[in-house]
C-alpha cells in the first residue's frame, strides 16, 4: 500500500509539519562547510516511515529571534544526488531547534542529509534509514536502550553499537534504535557536590539556572523549560549519543525522567520533595519536543515551535473511575503532548509505543499502614504478592468482592484500596487504544514497546531457612519484589493479555527498559499458584549506563545482613562477588544458598523452584548494554549485547570489550500455541543470568 501525495499532506498536517517533498536528484546548491561547533548538539532523525522522515539540528544564533536554515537529503554521502531540500526555521522560542519532515522518498532506503545557514555555516552530515514498504518481506533489525545516565556514566554501548552496525552485512544493519526512555536524567548531580555515587564518579552534565529548581540531597531537579533544556543539551554534547543519532534514526518514548523521578500525571515527586507540577510536566514536554524529533502534535499546532499553554500549579484531587485527575490545569498539561504512536515497519513489525507515565493512576502501594503488616526490614523490603495484588485491583479486586481487610502472617489493617479503582498504568484513553492496535495489527509482529517492564520479579522466601528471619514467611505465598511497572500491575496486564488471546493474536511481543537489567520470557497474565498461560514474549534491555541494582546491593547490602546470600555471593579470592540476585529472581532462595556454599552452578540450578518463575528465561540484574530484535517471517530474535559497568568512556573505536552476547529466538506460533524461547550464548559469561 502506498499513501497518495494527498494522503501524506494530511499526514504532516496532523503533526504541524510543512511539506518537503523530495525529487529528482541533483548536485547540491548550498556552499555546506562543516561548523560543528556552530551545531553543539549535532543532528538527529526520528520515526521514519516508508516515505518520510524528521530531521533535527540546533543552531543558535546570538542576534535575532529566528533564522532560517537550509537542510538537504542525498542518496549520497557526497551530496552529489540531492532528492531533497527544504527550509529548517530555528528560533529563541524552539530553543533554537528545529525539525522538518522530508517526504516522498523511496522506501527501505539510506539518505544522508545536513543543515546549512545562509552564510554555509553547515552541521555534521547525518544518515538516516526510511521503514521498509509495508509488503516488504525481508527481515527488519532495530535496537532497543534505555537509562542513559551521562551524570554518572559513559555511553559505550552507543560506540559498540555503531561499531558493529558499520560492519554488518546490508542486511543485517539496524534500520532505527528505539530509545525506551530515561533519555535524560532530571536529577543532576554537581561533581563539586558529589564525586561519587556507588562505583560511579559525577561527570559535568548540566546546571540547572539559579532560582528554576530544586534541591533533594545531591539531586538538582528542573522546575522550567530552561531547566529541562539545559539538561538536554548537557546529554547531546556526549560524543557517542551525538554519533548514535547521527547514524540512526531515533523512536523514542519517555519513562520517568524526562520529567519527575517518582512523578505521575502533573506530579512532582522526588524523594521527600512532592508539589503539583502542572507547569514543570508542560516545560518538560517541551524540552522533549524540542530536542527529540518525533511525529507528534505540539500545541502551538506547528512542528515549528511548542507553543505551551498556560496553567496554574494546583493540587491534584478528585479523581474519575479510571484514576485520572479531573482537575483542569492538569489535563491541559497532560495533553500537551501524546506520544503514543504506532509504526509500520515492512510486513513483519507493527510498532505500538505507550506512554505509561503521563495517564498512571497514583502509587497504590504507598499507604502508610501497610507498614504496620510486618516489619519489611526484616525481609529487606519484599512485600506480599497477595496483598499487592488486592492493592492493585482496588475495588475490581476478587471478581468485584475486595476483601476488607489486609493481612500478614498475624497483622492485619484496613484495606485502604477497597472503594478504589484498579491500578492503570495506561490510563482508560490509551489503554483502549493500545487493545484497538493490537486487534488492528496485520504485520507478522507486534511489538508493544513500553518505557517500563511486564516481567514479574518475585521470591520464594517461605523457602529461607530458619532464623535468616525473625519470623517465617507464611508458607504459599511469594514475595513480590517489584512496583510502578506492569509486573506488579496484574489487572492491566491481564485485560491486555486477555484481549491478546482472545482476539488470537500470535507474534505479540514486549520490549521494554527501565530496570536496568537484562530480562527475557513470556508475558503470562499469571503466575503460579494462577493459571500460568503465556500469550507472547517479554524482554527487557539493560541500561545503558545507569547503574543496576547489582551495583547498588555491591554497596548496600551489609555484609552480616542474614539475607545476603540471596543478593550477592562474596568470593574468597577477593573478586567482586556475584549477583545471585539473579538467580533469586529465576530459581528461589534455595539455588542462592546453595550457590553462595558451593558456587557451582549446576548444582544450585538443581534446586531450582519450578513453580517461582516458570515466566523467565533470562535475567541479568548487572547488565549493561543494548539489544537487538530481528524479525521475519516465522521468527523473532532478541540479542542482548552486554558490556563492563560503563564507569569511564572508552575511546577505542569498538567502544570496549563485551562480557557477553545472548540470542533468545522464537519461531512465529499458531493461535492457541505457546511461544517457545531457545537461549543460546553467543560470546562471554551471562554468569548467574541463565
Ligand atoms: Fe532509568
Same mark, same amino acid.
Given at each position: 500500500m502506498s499513501l497518495t501525495r494527498r494522503d501524506f499532506i494530511q499526514a504532516a498536517a496532523s503533526i504541524g509539519a510543512s511539506l518537503a517533498l523530495g525529487g529528482t536528484a541533483c548536485r547540491s546548491r548550498t556552499s555546506w562547510r562543516e561548523r560543528r561547533d556552530l551545531y553543539p548538539e549535532g543532528v538527529a532523525s526520528g520515526d521514519p516511515d516508508s516515505q518520510s522522515v524528521i530531521l533535527w539540528t540546533r543552531r543558535p544564533f546570538a542576534r535575532g529571534d529566528k533564522h532560517v536554515l537550509t537542510v538537504e537529503v542525498a542518496e549520497d554521502e557526497d551530496f552529489k544526488r540531492v532528492i531533497a531540500h527544504a527550509a529548517a526555521p530555528v528560533s529563541a522560542a524552539s530553543d533554537w531547534t528545529t525539525r522538518v519532515l522530508v517526504a516522498g522518498l523511496p522506501p527501505a532506503r539510506v539518505y544522508w542529509y545536513r543543515f546549512t545557514d545562509a552564510d554555509g555555516n553547515g552541521s555534521r552530515i547525518g544518515r538516516t534509514i526510511t521503514a521498509p514498504?509495508? /509488503? /516488504?518481506p525481508r527481515s527488519v533489525t532495530f535496537a532497543f536502550v534505555s537509562c542513559q545516565a551521562c551524570n554518572e556514566g559513559a555511553l559505550n554501548a552507543y560506540r559498540r553499537m555503531i561499531f558493529e552496525d558499520e560492519r554488518a552485512a546490508p542486511g543485517d544493519q539496524l534500520g532505527f534504535v528505539l530509545h525506551l526512555g530515561d533519555?535524560?536524567?532530571?536529577?543532576v548531580q554537581y561533581p563539586e557536590e558529589a564525586k561519587t555515587r556507588l562505583d560511579r564518579t559525577i561527570y559535568e552534565v548540566a546546571r540547572i539556572p539559579e532560582g528554576q529548581g530544586h534541591k533533594v540531597g545531591n539531586f538538582h531537579i528542573p522546575l522550567t523549560v530552561d531547566g529541562y533544556r539545559a539538561i538536554y543539551k548537557g546529554y547531546l554534547h556526549d560524543p557517542d549519543l551525538q554519533d548514535a543519532r547521527a547514524r540512526l534514526p531515533f523512536v523514542c518514548v519517555w519513562d520517568n525522567h524526562e520529567f519527575s523521578?517518582?512523578?505521575?500525571?502533573?506530579q512532582v515527586s522526588a524523594g521527600p520533595f512532592e508539589q503539583p507540577g502542572q507547569s514543570v510536566k508542560i516545560a518538560a514536554n517541551q524540552a522533549w519536543f524540542e530536542y527529540i524529533p518525533a511525529r507528534v502534535a505540539p500545541p502551538s499546532g506547528?512542528?515549528?515551535?511548542?507553543g505551551p499553554p498556560a496553567v496554574k500549579d494546583v493540587k491534584l484531587e478528585k479523581f474519575d /473511575?479510571?484514576?485520572?485527575?479531573?482537575e483542569p490545569n492538569n489535563l491541559v498539561a497532560i495533553n500537551s503532548l501524546k506520544v503514543y504512536r504506532a509504526l509500520r515497519y515492512g510486513k513483519h513489525l507493527d510498532l505500538i509505543i505507550t506512554d505509561l507515565y503521563s495517564y498512571r493512576s497514583p502509587?497504590?502501594?504507598? /499507604?502508610?499502614?501497610?507498614?504496620?503488616?510486618?516489619?519489611w526490614e526484616d525481609y529487606n523490603g519484599m512485600f506480599p504478592e497477595d496483598v499487592m495484588q488486592a492493592l492493585d485491583g482496588g475495588r475490581a479486586f476478587n471478581g468485584g468482592k475486595p476483601p476488607d481487610e489486609l493481612r500478614f502472617k498475624d497483622g492485619h489493617v484496613p484495606n485502604? %484500596?477497597?472503594d478504589a479503582p484498579p491500578q492503570t498504568l495506561l490510563g482508560a484513553e490509551q489503554k483502549a487504544w493500545l487493545e484497538d492496535q493490537l486487534k488492528r495489527a496485520t504485520a507478522t509482529w507486534k511489538i508493544w514497546g513500553n518505557s517500563m517492564g511486564a516481567l514479574e520479579w518475585r521470591a520464594?522466601?517461605?523457602?529461607?531457612?530458619?532464623?535468616?528471619?525473625k519470623a517465617p514467611w507464611p508458607a504459599g505465598t511469594f514475595a513480590n519484589i517489584?512496583? %510502578?511497572?506492569?509486573g506488579s500491575a496484574w489487572t492491566e496486564r491481564g485485560e491486555i493479555f486477555d484481549v491478546v488471546r482472545e482476539a488470537k493474536i500470535t507474534g505479540f511481543a514486549i520490549v521494554s527498559g527501565d530496570r536496568h537489567s537484562f530480562w527475557a520470557g513470556y508475558a503470562s497474565a499469571q503466575l503460579p499458584p494462577g493459571k500460568y498461560e503465556p500469550v507472547g514474549l517479554s524482554f527487557i534491555g539493560a541500561s545503558l549506563s545507569s547503574p543496576g541494582a547489582a551495583e547498588a546491593h555491591e554497596h548496600r547490602?551489609?555484609?552480616?545482613?542474614?539475607? %545476603?546470600p540471596l543478593y550477592l555471593a562474596d568470593r574468597t579470592d577477593g573478586a567482586k562477588p556475584e549477583c545471585t540476585f539473579n538467580m533469586l529472581l529465576k530459581h528461589g532462595v534455595r539455588s542462592c544458598i546453595e550457590y553462595t556454599k558451593t558456587f557451582d552452578r549446576e548444582r544450585a540450578r538443581a534446586?531450582?523452584?519450578?513453580?517461582?518463575?516458570?515466566?523467565?528465561?533470562f535475567v541479568d540484574m548487572g547488565g549493561h548494554g543494548y539489544a537487538t530484535v530481528r524479525v521475519s517471517g516465522d521468527e523473532l530474535r532478541t540479542e542482548f549485547v552486554c558490556i563492563p559497568r560503563p564507569i569511564k568512556r572508552i575511546e577505542s573505536p569498538d567502544g570496549g570489550p563485551l562480557r557477553y552476547r545472548t540470542a533468545h529466538t522464537a519461531k512465529l506460533w499458531r493461535p492457541g500455541e505457546r511461544p517457545e524461547l531457545t537461549q543460546k550464548v553467543l560470546e562471554g559469561d551471562p554468569g548467574l543470568g541463565i
Open positions: 514498504a509495508a /509488503d /516488504d533519555f535524560i536524567y532530571e536529577v523521578w517518582q512523578g505521575w500525571q502533573s506547528s512542528l515549528e515551535q511548542f /473511575d479510571n484514576g485520572l485527575c479531573l502509587d497504590p502501594y504507598s /499507604d502508610e499502614s501497610l507498614g504496620k503488616l510486618g516489619d485502604p %484500596r477497597k520464594d522466601v517461605e523457602n529461607l531457612p530458619p532464623g535468616m528471619t517489584g512496583g %510502578r511497572d506492569h547490602i551489609k555484609k552480616d545482613l542474614p539475607m %545476603r534446586l531450582s523452584n519450578p513453580a517461582l518463575a516458570p515466566h523467565l528465561a
